[in-house]
Structure formats: structure tokens, C-alpha cells
């Protein structure tokens, strides 16, 4: 299992950006696929975008189709998610998380390891 630590939450204003990352621990990171997911107040955690190892195969929730781009630094151990416009509805704690492999999924329940999450609050 690999240590994931998420950054770059905040508090935004509608139509605003922000770019979160997630440092990942160990040096088989490449051999990861990742993925993001997002947990609202009273919700269940849920699908936002997964990538490959080699970054090669992105996957998006039509809810942010469009608006975020993940994408990954293997020499960094580092992967992104960029937010553009920004809405009310994105407010939610955003989990990276990893599954060895080369196969991306978009369960929760099949990734291996977590990050604590990171709070994006975007205000209307």
C-alpha cells in the first residue's frame, strides 16, 4: 500500500479554481492507478475521476465532465485534479486514492488505500 496525503482545499467562490493534490509515499507509484472521489454532508462518497498509471486513460463523472482535469507527475509521486468554474454542488471532502494495478475502476470499494481527504467549500 502506498501513504496518500491530499492538499489544496480551501474555500471558493462560484466560477472560482482550485487544484488539489495528492503526494503519494514509496516509490511504486507508477504502478497505480488513481482515482478521486468526493463525500458531501449526509451523502455517500462518489466517483470524480480516475487515471492510469501511465496517465495515458482519464476518467471523469459527468457531473465535472468538462470543468476538472486530473492528471499525474510519476516523478513527483504526485497526482492532480484541477477545478475550474466552480460550483455550489462541488462542496464536498475529496479522497485520492490508490489501487495497484494497471486496470482503472471507478468503485470506491476496489481501491486499496486513502487519503484523510481534503474540504473544498465553494460558496454561491
Known amino acids: 500500500q502506498v501513504q496518500l496525503v491530499e492538499s489544496g482545499g480551501g474555500l471558493v467562490q462560484a466560477g472560482g479554481s482550485l487544484r488539489l493534490s495528492c503526494a503519494a509515499s514509496?516509490?511504486?507509484?507508477?504502478?497505480?492507478?488513481m482515482g478521486w472521489f468526493r463525500q458531501a454532508p449526509g451523502k455517500e462518497r462518489k466517483f470524480v475521476s480516475a487515471?492510469?498509471?501511465?496517465?495515458?486513460?482519464?476518467y471523469y463523472a459527468d457531473s465535472v465532465k468538462g470543468r476538472f482535469t486530473i492528471s499525474r507527475d510519476n516523478a513527483k509521486n504526485t497526482v492532480y485534479l484541477q477545478m475550474n468554474s466552480l460550483k455550489a454542488e462541488d462542496t464536498a471532502i475529496y479522497y485520492c486514492?490508490?489501487?495497484?494495478?494497471?486496470?482503472?475502476?471507478?468503485?470506491?470499494?476496489?481501491?486499496?488505500?486513502w487519503g484523510q481527504g481534503t474540504q473544498v467549500t465553494v460558496s454561491s
Open positions: 487515471i492510469s498509471w501511465s496517465g495515458g486513460s482519464t
Open positions: 486514492a490508490a489501487r495497484r494495478g494497471i486496470k482503472v475502476v471507478l468503485g470506491a470499494d476496489e481501491y486499496d488505500s
Open positions: 514509496g516509490r511504486t507509484f507508477s504502478s497505480y492507478a
